[in-house]
């Protein structure tokens, strides 16, 4: 059975703490994804990454980095956490066998981060 | 530039009864479109997807789906709704430009409510 996992289901922080979420996934995948979803937001792209080392910036990068070491992890960084950062953090990935537009997104259980 | 709604912030039905939660798009090119469902605390998973070819979709838990070009809508849909049913579903779409790493633009995301 394929699967993505994420670190933690439940994290909380303080302002200003630097934040590591990790993610892994077990299927070979080339494509890494990082959402945070919001209630009336849905969700939001915060950067992706197509290749070891390779990441590319999505909708809302500010405030975050990435890191792609391994094909299998993905890592996202808060650098100096906000409150405005408390969300739901979700992991993604999908291959790019056939046409990578062709291919759904298989997601981790997700990271509810609070930071106060 | 690619773009999806989803018109509906909640949708309440009957067990039993028909459900549709609505989905439309915009793209460029041709568009892939894609239906997830997320349970509570749960991260989101793929019900079903138009790639090509016919234009309604059959996807998971007995879910369908039709593409209408003309209305540009993804409408999904299910004839005997349950009330295991009852999550948070979104629609996405993926333009065919857009094929790096399998970029997805996510609606807001429409809450189905199935009563007994």
């Known amino acids: 059975d394929v699967k993505v996992t994420q670190s933690s289901r439940y994290l909380v922080k303080r302002t200003g703490e630097k934040v590591f979420l990790e993610c892994v996934q077990d299927?070979?995948?080339?494509?890494m994804f990082w959402y945070r979803q919001d209630p009336g937001l849905g969700l939001r792209l915060i950067y992706f990454?197509?290749?070891?080392?390779?990441?590319e910036k999505g909708d809302i990068p500010e405030g975050y980095s990435v890191s792609r070491e391994k094909k299998e992890r993905f890592s996202l960084i808060l650098e100096s956490a906000s409150t405005n950062q408390t969300s739901m953090y979700l992991c993604?990935?999908?291959?790019?066998?056939?046409?990578?537009?062709?291919?759904?997104?298989?997601f981790g259980p997700g990271t509810r981060l609070t930071v106060l | 530039a690619q773009s999806v709604a989803q018109p509906e912030d909640q949708v309440n039905v009957a067990e039993g009864n028909p459900l549709t939660v609505k989905c439309t798009y915009s793209?460029?090119?041709?568009?892939?479109l894609f239906w997830y469902v997320q349970y509570p605390n749960r991260g989101l998973q793929f019900l079903l997807k138009?790639?090509?070819?016919?234009?309604l979709v059959k996807g998971s838990y007995g879910f369908e789906a039709e593409f209408n070009k003309s209305q540009t809508s993804f409408h999904l849909k299910k004839p005997s709704a349950l009330v295991s049913d009852s999550a948070l579903y979104f629609c996405?779409?993926?333009?065919?430009?857009?094929?790096?790493?399998?970029?997805?633009?996510f609606g807001d995301g429409t809450t189905l409510t199935v009563k007994p």
């Open positions: 299927m070979d995948h080339e494509n």
């Open positions: 993604a990935s999908t291959p790019t066998y056939s046409v990578p537009a062709y291919n759904e997104q298989f």
């Open positions: 138009y790639i090509t070819g016919d234009n």
């Open positions: 990454s197509y290749d070891v080392k390779m990441k």
């Open positions: 793209v460029s090119g041709n568009p892939y």
């Open positions: 996405a779409v993926r333009d065919h430009y857009n094929t790096n790493a399998g970029k997805s633009t």
